[in-house]
């Protein structure tokens, strides 16, 4: 019938569309929907996907390593779908290949965060613009400032009590960059504050009600509207009780083999956790889910709660927000925390390839903060102000991505024995 082509169809085709209207709802009357066409309606489609999509793909994952059984393998022969559509292609792969990466299906389902391209335009324009009011209120602490700028855009002004936090909110930014996730973090630019300055000279009285030093330099990331808490997902919510001295007593493994059961936005989500947790790892960044694991001690709900310093877009894309603990502050307070960042490292053995890639680039390069410097001044017109990591921290960073290197072939390992 296919092969008749549309001219032929007419009144037939009709008649033949009413009947199949009629069987999906006696399909659904009966709750066993039809896997295709459940499949391909979630498709690719960058936004969080719906409930059957969901029961779709926790259908597939019961049969992990099995194609997608077949419309006839009833032996009835079901009606085609009343659309014609893509075979549902990538959600009927499992969620994990190469035994640690992603699946490219479900990579493509992450909602995109905010590209090269946008940011690079934002960032030229908040560059340039003047800032035309400082409010206090809804970026946090209350050094910090929402700023409105005269191209229409807003940003969250952090003020650093010390220089080693706008230092580490940028540098942050940029290793993003390198680590190819920048995309997840708002985009970041360095201004310095001159009361007498162009920039500023609208909220000239503002500053000097403001707890800021003229001349300091602060950090603008883009605003962002209508963002909403994030919890910590299934594998590390689990976790119960931390001994205030050992760190975590037992964190969920996330491994392609722990999988099973989750819906498709659960692995999503879990698509970008991964690339979180990497970036917390080089980073030392202790301010988000790893002070979250620190609270267990005295808080055992803590992990049902809002993770720090991460939410969501509107779209269900993930942002990681204020990364001003990573790199500087972070490296300086090793000892206290990598006791919490390294078991979570460790507890993630799936990787977005993309990533992981980076990291072996980097580990093979040896050079990643001279990679991480030359991207810094590249973009970064006040890269020179506030100094780049001392030979030491540059140390630490290639330390950090050696060791998530070496952990990912260690996952890559683990999985080929099984
Ligand atoms: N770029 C942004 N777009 C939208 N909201 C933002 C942005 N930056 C910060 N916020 C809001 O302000 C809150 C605090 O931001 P941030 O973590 O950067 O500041 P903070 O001083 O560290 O505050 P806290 O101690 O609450 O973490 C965020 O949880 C978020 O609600
Ligand atoms: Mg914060």
Known sequence: MRRAGLAGL??????????????AGLWSGRGA???????????RLLRPPSQAAQKTFRALLTLPGQPLEGPGESGQEPPPPPVPADPPRGVAEPPVRGGIFWSRALEAQVPPGFSAEEAASWLRAAREARVVSLERGGCGRSSNRLARLSDGSRACVRYGINAEQIQGEALSYHLAGLLGIQERLPPLALARVEARGGQWAPVRDELRGSPWADGAV???ARWVDNLTDVVAPAPWRAEAGAAATSGPRRLQPLSAGELRGLSQAQLVELVQWSDLIVFDYVTANFDRLVSNLFSLQWDPRVMQRATSN???APNGGLVFLDNEAGLVHGYRLLAMWDKYNEPLLRSVCVFREATAQRVRELHRARNAAAQLLHLYR????????????SEQQAQLLQDRVD????HILHCKAKAASL
């Open 218 to 220: 602060v950090s603008l």
């Open 33 to 43: 929907p039809e896997p295709g066409v459940e499949a391909t309606s979630s498709g």
């Open 403 to 406: 060791f998530v290197h070496k």
């Open 310 to 312: 991460l939410h969501r």
């Open 378 to 389: 590249t973009r970064e017109p006040l890269a020179g102000v506030l100094g780049f990591l």
């Open 10 to 23: 007419g009144l037939v085709a009709g008649l033949w569309l009413l009947a199949v209207v009629a069987l």
